[in-house]
């Protein structure tokens, strides 16, 4: 995958989480005024709207914490998943930079060790 993609992706993670905040902040707005007019609904004693807020109320209260739980863990783990992509693709990289200065320190160390011979002599 192309970094472009990837930070397209993120991006659009991003997004997601952010419409993800502002569902929850309208699910707690919705939820204060529905128990403000089931309150209201008891004191005017018009028990049918307070059963029908009570319905509304749990419809939203089950979709906020649906949205809170799924939504949310499905985000992290998607960017959990590209994480990993990405790192498996410099890992083999790494390791030929390893090899690499590894080698150079064993030349390094087998020049060190000519000159040490080189001058006992």
Do not use: H, W
């Amino acid at each position: 995958m192309s970094e472009s993609t990837e930070q397209n992706i993120l991006s659009r993670l991003t997004a997601l989480e952010q419409k993800m905040s502002n569902l929850d902040n309208t699910s707690n707005a919705l939820i204060d005024e529905l128990e403000s007019l089931q309150a209201v609904s008891r004191e005017l004693k018009i028990e049918s709207f307070v059963d029908k807020l009570n319905e509304y109320l749990e419809d939203v209260v089950n979709i906020k914490e649906d949205l809170s739980c799924k939504i949310s863990d499905e985000i992290e783990n998607e960017q959990m998943k590209r994480m990993i992509e990405t790192r498996i693709k410099t890992i083999p990289d790494d390791i030929e930079s390893l090899k690499n200065e590894y080698s150079d320190l064993r030349g390094k160390l087998a020049e060190l060790r000519d000159e040490i011979s080189k001058s006992k002599k």
